[in-house]
């Protein structure tokens, strides 16, 4: 398709190409806002590899009944209406990898912008949260954590 015939569908489907201008700005946004958000999004087996090599903590933002019924082995439950970067459980990892967990990602992501604001250095969130955890079929381990 040469450049002429491209104006000239775009003139004839005014709605498709508002849209596709749209769709591909939205995305580009999106892969800046990214670059620019302090902190990375880990897939479930990258967790594994960072607790594995470098001694992550994982934090579980989770309500208690939720965390108690099954989180990543490792994992520490701090309430998100207790969750304070400054806390004793939480500032001596300061230079550690950090990684939060929620139920979809979404709230991790919030309290992920606190820890960078915080100054901790390697900050992550678990992709898809819990429920991405358990769709890569990764054990889970029930009950309250130990420590």
């Known amino acids: 398709m040469n450049p002429e015939e491209l104006l000239a569908f775009a003139g004839r489907h005014e ?3 508002i849209a596709l201008v ?3 700005l939205a995305i ?3 892969e800046i806002a990214q670059l620019f958000r302090g902190y990375k999004v880990l ?3 990258a ?8 001694n992550a903590l994982v934090v579980d933002l989770r309500p208690m009944a939720d965390f108690e019924k099954g989180h990543v082995p490792g994992s520490k439950n701090v309430q998100m209406s207790q969750f304070d970067p400054e806390s004793k459980q939480l500032a001596p990892a300061k ?3 950090v990684v939060l967990v929620c139920k979809t990602g ?3 992501a919030g309290a992920a912008r606190r820890l960078k604001k915080a100054g901790f250095e390697h900050v992550h969130v678990l992709d898809g949260g819990i429920g991405g955890w358990q769709q890569a079929d990764l054990p889970l381990v029930k ?3 130990r420590g």
Do not use: H, K, M, V
Request: hydrophobic share 40%; charged share 15%.
């Open 106 to 108: 979404q709230t991790a």
């Open 15 to 17: 709605l498709l190409s």
């Open 95 to 97: 230079s550690l990898p």
């Open 22 to 24: 749209g769709l591909t």
């Open 28 to 30: 580009i946004g999106n």
């Open 43 to 45: 897939r479930p087996a």
């Open 143 to 145: 009950g309250r954590a």
């Open 47 to 54: 967790l594994t590899a960072l607790i594995n090599r470098d």
